[in-house]
């Protein structure tokens, strides 16, 4: 079974602009988390997203918007993109939210110069 | 708050022999899991073990083993028969059960395997 899969693999991009970032989950995992992971850093949780809604943020300022769509794909969006943005950014999926492991994808490296 | 503090930067090891990695969490709740993450150069995060809270067995992973001390809120990973290709990040991690999928992660420890 394919597991996690994050479009783009890397991504360059300008202070000022927007970027998307796209995840899908493992086949039956209907809940999809996004993280950004700092180089040097754990990852922090951004978003969580079971059913389409909303079910967790991080703190992390409104330039950062996420949305889950009826096949449980799930896409990053950042707005007014500076410096700081530049970092891995992970998805993961699991089967139900709380409960259960979170599987990684390998992740979106976002450069912004 | 859940916070999750790995106070070993950097751990080496030869291949072969055994390594523990120390990780502490800090949380007023009592039922939560606990995670560790392996990241290697290819960035893929790889779960390694995890630890329900309410189980006071350690749980064991082939040569992979924890012992978690709930009271003292310490959560060490034991790697046995040390390989290669165990050399990573490796990330301790927590969630609480019933909330949402937020892993707090810690800052990570960096194993290094020596021939």
């Known amino acids: 079974d394919a597991g996690v899969t994050q479009s783009p693999t890397h991504l360059i991009k300008t202070r000022g602009q927007h970027v998307t970032l796209r995840c899908s989950p493992i086949s039956g995992h209907k809940s999809v988390s996004w993280y950004q992971q700092v180089l040097g850093q754990g990852p922090q949780f951004i978003f969580q997203?079971?059913?389409?809604?909303?079910?967790g943020r991080g703190n992390f300022p409104d330039r950062f918007s996420a949305r889950q769509f009826p096949n449980y794909s799930s896409e990053l969006n950042v707005n007014a993109l500076l410096l700081g943005d530049s970092a891995l950014y992970l998805c993961?999926?699991?089967?139900?939210?709380?409960?259960?492991?979170?599987?990684f994808g390998p992740g979106t490296r976002l450069t912004v110069t | 708050a859940q916070t999750v503090t790995q106070s070993q930067p950097e751990m080496s090891v030869q291949e072969a022999e055994t390594v523990t990695l120390s990780c502490t969490y800090d949380t007023s709740e009592s039922d939560y899991y606990l995670f560790w993450y392996k990241q290697p150069p290819s960035r893929q995060m790889i779960l390694v073990i995890r630890?329900?809270?309410?189980?006071?067995q350690n749980a064991t992973e082939n040569r992979f083993s924890v012992n978690f001390q709930k009271a003292a809120k310490s959560f060490s990973l034991k790697i046995s028969d040390s390989q290669l290709g165990d050399a990573a990040m490796y990330f301790c991690?927590?969630?609480?059960?019933?909330?949402?999928?937020?892993?707090?992660f810690g800052k990570g420890t960096k194993l290094t395997v020596n021939p």
């Open positions: 997203y079971y059913e389409k809604e909303e079910r």
């Open positions: 993961a999926s699991s089967l139900l939210p709380g409960y259960s492991e979170q599987y």
């Open positions: 991690a927590s969630h609480l059960q019933g909330g949402s999928e937020k892993l707090v």
């Open positions: 630890q329900e809270a309410y189980k006071q």
